[in-house]
């Protein structure tokens, strides 16, 4: 099938030419092959040098830029190029835009097939009318049925105000989609120009949301409104941009510089994700051994247990060649989540980071973690689960915030998980948070810890200030300092280690830390047939 990855070249015939290469008597084109030439160079031009023009002083690119930088060299496939709107009002029907402002299509990311939609803000804005959304209803409904991830490039000044209700139902149409997709097909959406009102509502249904820097804007009220309701003098960059959303509301997973930076990654992350829930992800042809030792990982055993360290340099040491895409990079960074291949296969990560409040869990960290786990059972993806936190984080804060409804997320999502499951103990877990990040008895499938690990249910000067509070109380006052680092030495030596944690079952070896990347893809191997693509993995995505 090869041969149809790139478009038949033209026959002599249609390029002028003989057979030999020598100029050849012009034929006479017939008339339909003529207007059919005309229509479709029509078409493919778009709005104009100037509108063009208007676009690019904004610093974007076409939509047909886009899809160039996108896909594979050759390998778009349009659908719905002639389309336009019926709507009468305001002269539209006049301006006979084809296409109705979008460009819907198929095409080739890294040899794989992928439906996409480029909205086009040259054509009316971009804005969304009926025959706008039905096209991309359309490829949205191919790419369910033929099994492939769709991708959504937008850059739009939202319903199309001349279309009235009709435009609003277009994102109804949207939406339901989306929602039929989750946990089917893979779903990226790519900020590219205004994304407002409840058109920001299809990418927050999807799984990954691309931003450029200083392009890229999504808000449900824009500045004008915002301040006429609360007075609040706000650009759209501080409130809707890249920044914003990737580091504060968490909408964005991932920002690029430059849109072509933009499709790099929107391909690499591609390149980990199978095409559907029915298959695995693509294996990597991976040069790493299998059996190559961390050392790394030892000097985890020699560190003191609080001491800050960014647990991103431990996942590049296990990875194979080091490389490891991390989603949500700039969001909720006490935990870190993302994907890395071992031994070739693909593998989502999520880790406690001690050098963001020590790695404690809260509510963005739970609500991260949780979508995270969700989107890889969804897609066949094993999870790796490094642990080394000291609990969840406390305060009036976060106990408001609903530091209990959303921490439940992640519970509920790692003992939902049926894809392999694997977890390492770095160095430290305890509480409620020991059980949280993928224990045993949450249905871990093969849960190590390094020999330093203390597992236990509070650390030991918190639990020897409850258990000793008496004794330390009636010690002279001098005294109950020695005392309670002598009390916690004894507790620590009995419980807070992972050898009391190994002899109930709870861990299943304490392991060398050198071998830990050999024995997590050993592990991997081992429960390569744990489940079949396609079965027990019916669960939506739904945004937490
Ligand atoms: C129809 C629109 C449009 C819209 C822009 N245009 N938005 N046409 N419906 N929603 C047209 C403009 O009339 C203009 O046409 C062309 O697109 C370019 O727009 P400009 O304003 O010249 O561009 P710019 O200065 O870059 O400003 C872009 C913008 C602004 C910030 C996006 O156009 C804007 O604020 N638009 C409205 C955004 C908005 O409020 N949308 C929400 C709609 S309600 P001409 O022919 O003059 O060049 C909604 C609800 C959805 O979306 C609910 C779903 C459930």
């Known amino acids: 099938m090869d041969d ?30 003529r207007k059919f030439r005309e229509v479709y160079a029509k078409a493919h031009e778009g709005a104009g040098a100037e509108r063009i023009a208007a676009q690019k002083a904004k610093g974007k690119l076409t939509a047909r830029e ?27 029907k006049e301006k006979h835009i084809k296409g109705d402002g979008v460009i819907t299509g198929f095409g080739k990311v890294n040899g794989r097939d992928v439906a996409l939609f480029a909205q086009d803000f040259t054509q009316l804005g971009g804005s969304l009318g009926l025959a706008h959304a039905i096209k991309i209803a359309a490829v949205m409904d191919k790419a369910i049925e033929a099994k492939m991830p769709i991708i959504g490039l937008l850059d739009s000044g939202g319903a199309r105000i001349q279309e009235g209700v009709e435009s609003l139902d277009g994102y109804a149409r949207i939406f339901a989609r989306n929602v039929k997709a989750s946990g089917v097909i ?16 299809s990418p927050a249904l999807t799984d990954y949301v691309f931003m450029v820097e200083g392009i890229s804007h999504m808000f449900i009220t824009g500045p004008e409104v915002v301040k006429s309701a609360t007075g609040e003098q706000v650009d759209f960059d501080t409130l809707g941009g890249s920044g914003p959303h990737s580091a ?40 790493d051994p299998a059996n190559r030792r961390v050392p790394l990982l030892e000097k985890i055993c020699e560190i003191h247990p609080r001491r800050p360290y960014r647990v991103t340099h431990i996942i590049w040491w296990l ?75 406390p305060g009036v804060e976060q106990e408001h915030g609903g530091v209990i409804r959303n921490g439940a997320k992640l519970l509920y999502a790692y003992a939902e998980a049926t894809v392999p499951k694997i977890t390492l103990v770095l160095r430290k877990a305890y509480g409620g948070a020991y059980i949280a990040m993928s ?41 109950q300092e020695a005392l309670k680092e002598k009390l916690s030495k004894e507790y620590a030596d009995k419980f807070a280690s992972p050898y009391q944690t190994a002899s109930i079952g709870s861990i299943d ?22 489940r079949d693509p396609g079965t027990h993995n019916n669960a939506g995505n739904i945004p937490l």
């Open 4 to 33: 149809l990855i790139q478009p038949p070249a033209a026959t002599p015939a249609e390029s002028g030419k003989s057979a030999k290469g020598k100029p050849k008597k012009v034929r006479e084109i017939p008339e339909n092959l």
């Open 66 to 92: 886009r899809i160039q930088y996108l896909v594979d060299d050759g390998t778009f496939a349009e659908t719905g190029t002639l389309v336009e709107t019926a709507c009468t009002e305001y002269g539209l």
């Open 186 to 201: 893979p779903q990226i959406s790519v900020i590219l120009g205004p994304c407002a009102g409840g058109a920001v509502y």
């Open 248 to 287: 504060k509301s968490g909408v964005c997973h991932f920002v690029a510089k430059s849109e072509p930076d933009c499709f790099r990654q929107v391909r690499e992350l591609l390149s980990f994700l199978p095409q559907s829930r029915n298959e695995r992800p693509p294996m990597g042809d991976s040069h």
């Open 319 to 393: 990875a194979d060649e080091h490389k490891f895409l991390e989603v949500h990079q700039n969001f909720a960074k006490n935990i870190v989540v993302g994907f890395m291949r071992l031994g070739g296969d693909v593998v989502g990560v999520v880790a406690n980071n001690p050098a963001q409040l020590g790695g404690a869990l809260d509510i963005q960290a739970s609500v991260k973690a949780a979508r995270f786990v969700r989107f890889c059972n969804n897609f066949n993806i094993p999870l790796l689960t490094l642990v080394d936190l000291g609990g969840y984080l």
């Open 439 to 479: 224990s045993k008895h949450l249905n871990g499938d093969f849960n190590f810890s390094l020999p330093s690990a203390e597992i236990a249910v509070m650390g030991p000067r918190g639990a020897i200030e409850i258990l000793n509070s008496r004794q330390i109380k009636e010690a002279p006052l001098e005294q």
């Open 509 to 530: 070896d304490v392991i060398e830390p050198c071998e830990s990347r050999f024995r997590i893809i050993q592990s991997l191997r081992l429960l390569k047939n744990k």
